[in-house]
Nanobody
Framework: QVQLVESGGGLVQPGGSLRLSCAASGSDFSIYPMGWYRQAPGKQRELVADISSGGTTNYADSVKGRFTISRDNAKNTVTLQMTSLKPEDTAVYYC??????????????WGQGTQVTVSS
C-alpha cells in the first residue's frame, strides 16, 4: 500500500541543474526520515541526502554544497534540488522512507527510481 513515486529525472549537461520530486502515499510519513539514494552501474547504492521529520539534513560529501533536500509534510513529498551537476552524478536515483516499526525495527520503502544522466 505504501508507494513512493519519483519524477524529474532526465538528461542534463555538466554544470546544469535538475529537480527531483518524490510523492509518497499510503501512510502519514511526516514522522519518518526520508531521503534520496543513487546507484550507478557496477556500484552499490549510496546515500545522497536525507532529512529528518524535523527538517535536519544530511548529505554525502560528494554532493555537499551542490544538492539540497527538502520536504513538505503536508503533501508527503520530498525534493532534491541538484545544481552544478557532474558526470559522476549519473545514476538511478531512488526515494526512500524509513518507517519505524516494533521497538527499533525500521522498514525501508523505495520508489521505482528515476534516471539522471549528466553528459555533454
Amino acid at each position: 500500500q505504501v508507494q513512493l513515486v519519483e519524477s524529474g529525472g532526465g538528461l542534463v549537461q555538466p554544470g546544469g541543474s535538475l529537480r527531483l520530486s518524490c510523492a509518497a502515499s499510503g501512510s502519514d510519513f511526516s514522522i519518518y526520515p526520508m531521503g534520496w539514494y543513487r546507484q550507478a552501474p557496477g556500484k552499490q547504492r549510496e546515500l545522497v541526502a536525507d532529512i529528518s521529520s524535523g527538517g535536519t539534513t544530511n548529505y554525502a560529501d560528494s554532493v555537499k554544497g551542490r544538492f539540497t533536500i527538502s520536504r513538505d509534510n503536508a503533501k508527503n513529498t520530498v525534493t532534491l534540488q541538484m545544481t552544478s551537476l557532474k558526470p559522476e552524478d549519473t545514476a538511478v536515483y531512488y526515494c526512500n522512507v524509513k518507517v519505524r516499526g516494533f521497538r527499533f525495527r525500521t522498514d525501508d520503502y523505495w520508489g521505482q527510481g528515476t534516471q539522471v544522466t549528466v553528459s555533454s
